[in-house]
């Protein structure tokens, strides 16, 4: 929730509310440096300690920050409302997981086709259920320590897409036994995969969504981040993952808000 909403007349309304109070357990502040840093442009992230005015006294706050120096923390303590003497936990900021990537732009920045390798965790295509069944037939056959020297040139057609080559293997009677003997299991594993609806191709693509990395991406302007949005999602639909599944995928978050908006995300906390 943002600071904005936070203060705004209808959330008041739920603050009102004993039973919504009572529920309440803790406010948590993440990003703490930023209502020092934002607060110039942005009111409301300054005037967080209004907000403990509306809450019980019993509950707790908590804030959380990797780059407070100590001048900002106690700016930080002031507008929040935080005690002098509040209890303050160093821990070490060291994320190895984290660095710094310089990208040369490849592309005119106004196409922002640079950003495309933001969504490339799925344009990677999921198995295909004929993929599947012919690796299985291959696998099971390989296995098989009889006539290595057939089964390995029945392996490198198979593998190769040489269709007549492999109908022309499978006529030695050895081999060509050996595959006949494991036909119904094949068949049984080819109706277990062909056999999909419409919800287990949507639950596909969901999957491809979740392979892109959750990524932050911050413009200046309300037009250019509507303008990229519209890109990565075109990207997306034109690997065939469809439009309702990828305006979950990518979506646009603003700091200034409508008073509808501001109700809606409100009246959530009535639930």
Partial sequence: MSPEIALSDPFHEILRDQHFQKKLVLVAVDELHIVDQWG?????????????????????WFGASATLD????????????????????????DRPDIKFILRPLQHAWTSF????????????????AADILKDELHDTIADDPVNKDKVAEWSQAIRQGKQDEVRLLLQDQELGNLAKARVTEFRRLQERIVQSSATDIEAVNKQRCQRIRKTMVYMEHIADLEI????????????????????????????????????????????
Wanted: aromatic residues 8%; charged residues 30%.
């Fill in 113 to 128: 086709k640079d950003l495309e390798f933001l969504v490339e965790g799925a344009k990677k295509q999921p198995i295909r």
């Fill in 40 to 60: 110039t442009f942005r009111k409301p992230y300054s005037q967080l300690a209004v907000l403990r005015d509306h809450i019980d006294r019993r509950v707790p």
């Fill in 228 to 271: 990229v949005e519209q890109f990565l999602v075109s990207q997306l639909v034109a690997i065939g993952i469809p439009v309702v599944v990828t305006s979950k995928a990518v979506t646009c978050y603003y700091f200034e808000l409508t008073e509808d908006d501001k109700c809606a995300i409100s009246n959530e906390f009535k639930k």
């Fill in 70 to 93: 100590p001048a900002m923390l106690k700016r930080v303590k002031e507008l929040v409302g935080f005690a002098p003497d509040v209890n303050v936990i160093q821990t070490s900021v």
